[in-house]
């Protein structure tokens, strides 16, 4: 059996990423011919058309789009197995592509990531932040290494490890009479007064869940795309939210009247990290998970 080079698989994600023989070549520090040959040869080893080629553009086709996944994961494991060899007795080196929420990488990794560097300096970390979908479906793309995320969530194919509980608090602006926080109650809620983000962030389903909202006409219909939209909206006195408690003293709230108040029934999201399963960086994973449970204690 014939089996493609690492060089032919590096080219035709490449191909896949840039969508043009030319960009793609440059970027591959390769002529465009020698490119194009490459790929010509990638399509003959594996017996199938990856590329439908016009004047205008480069169309990857169905079965190049699947190939393209595979190819992602298969560079990824030999870029571990050399990073495993150059690494061994020295843990987290090398490149790591981390997928991380936008709930959670404004609060938890600025004060982290000085720590990490400081750590461990041959660390080559590279950040990627979008919702848990998004992130999920990078992961299993192989374009992204890890996951630092919110549980729980629907995944397939992945070994998840739980790092720590992030209690959510009632956060409403100073002196509001929409809500007494010394004496919260959901049952006095008026309707149409608690404010969440919009479907997609996984931050509003574990509001839901943990903080047991099920009465939904107390939810306002107009949702914030951003946890930024949704505190200035609570600092408007438009509504009340609940956040994680590892927003307290953020950036995020501060030149604000917004205030926060842990909930008396310990409601909470469970933050963890997400790895392809049968990955070879498993004991790396884990090494950076005690970092950063270490970060919260």
């Known amino acids: 059996m014939r089996l493609p080079s690492t060089r032919q698989l590096q080219y035709f994600v490449a191909l896949v990423e840039k ?20 790929i010509k040869e990638l399509e003959g080893i594996l017996g199938t058309q990856l590329v439908d080629r016009t004047n205008r553009q480069v169309t990857i086709t169905a079965s190049g789009q699947q190939i393209a996944t595979q190819a992602r994961l298969a ?34 990794l600025p004060a982290a990531l000085p720590k990490l560097r400081h750590q461990y300096p041959d660390l080559k970390l ?3 932040e979008d919702q848990t979908q998004r992130i999920y479906e990078r992961l299993m793309d192989g374009e992204l290494d890890l996951l630092l995320l919110a549980l729980p969530w629907e995944m397939r194919g992945v070994d998840v490890q ?4 992030d209690r959510f608090c009632l956060a409403s602006r100073k002196g509001t009479s929409r809500v007494d926080p010394a004496n919260y109650s ?39 795309s951003s946890l930024l939209t949704l505190v200035e909206m609570v600092d408007a ?6 956040l994680p408690e590892m927003a307290a003293g953020s950036a995020l709230l501060r030149n604000t009247r917004v205030q926060m108040h842990l909930l008396k029934d310990r409601s909470h999201r469970k933050i ?14 884990q090494l950076l998970g005690k970092f950063l449970r270490q970060q919260q204690s």
């Open 162 to 165: 739980g790092l720590f509980n």
């Open 186 to 224: 959901f049952s006095r809620l008026d309707m149409d007064s608690i404010l969440l983000l919009e479907d997609g962030h996984c931050l509003r389903d574990h509001a839901l869940a943990a903080c047991k909202i099920r009465n939904t006409q107390k939810v306002q219909r107009f949702a914030a």
């Open 237 to 242: 006195d438009l509504g009340i939210t609940f």
């Open 75 to 108: 560079l990824r494991d030999i870029e571990a197995l050399v990073e495993l060899a150059a690494g061994e007795q020295r843990p987290l080196t090398g490149e790591l592509r981390l997928g991380v929420i936008p709930t959670i990488a404004p609060f938890l």
């Open 126 to 128: 590279y950040l990627t």
């Open 19 to 38: 969508g043009h023989f030319g960009r793609a070549a440059d970027a591959s520090f390769v002529s465009q011919s020698a490119f194009s040959n490459a």
């Open 272 to 285: 963890g990290l997400a790895w392809r399963r049968g990955s070879g960086r498993v004991e790396e994973f």
